[in-house]
Nanobody, 120 residues
Framework: QVQLVESGGGLVQAGGSLRLSCAASGRTFSPYRMGWFRQAPGKEREFVAS????????NYADSVKARFAISRDNAKNTVYLQMNSLKPEDTAVYYC?????????????WGQGTQVTVSS
């Protein structure tokens, strides 16, 4: 069972930047895709970005495109989310999760999340 641990959240002013990290445990970690999601108070969890573990192909929610960048370090079993030009509406708990194979459409292995707060 893979375990994911997010870190890097914090309080930042609008226009600032943060880099989130998600470290996965396990010696043989090789999922199809890793994703970042977020959940703001009173709202449902939403997709932010994802990346294939092998080829590094990424996709993004429209709301973060051109501001956020997802990347991965296969040797460290870690996926990152670089967040630039942050806005107050980016405030949320950010989670990472794994999509294990191309035939499984859902994500699992959710971490505990890391809080991102953007002040105006």
């Amino acid at each position: 069972q893979v375990q994911l641990v997010e870190s890097g959240g914090g309080l930042v002013q609008a226009g600032g930047s943060l880099r989130l990290s998600c470290a996965a445990s396990g010696r043989t970690f090789s999922p199809y895709r890793m994703g970042w999601f977020r959940q703001a108070p009173g709202k449902e969890r939403e997709f932010v970005a994802s990346i294939t573990w092998g080829g590094g192909s990424a996709n993004y929610a429209d709301s973060v495109k051109a501001r956020f960048a997802i990347s991965r370090d296969n040797a460290k079993n870690t996926v990152y989310l670089q967040m630039n030009s942050l806005k107050p509406e980016d405030t949320a708990v950010y989670y990472c999760a794994v999509r294990r194979t191309v035939t499984i459409s859902t994500y699992d292995g959710w971490g505990q999340g890391t809080q991102v707060t953007v002040s105006s």
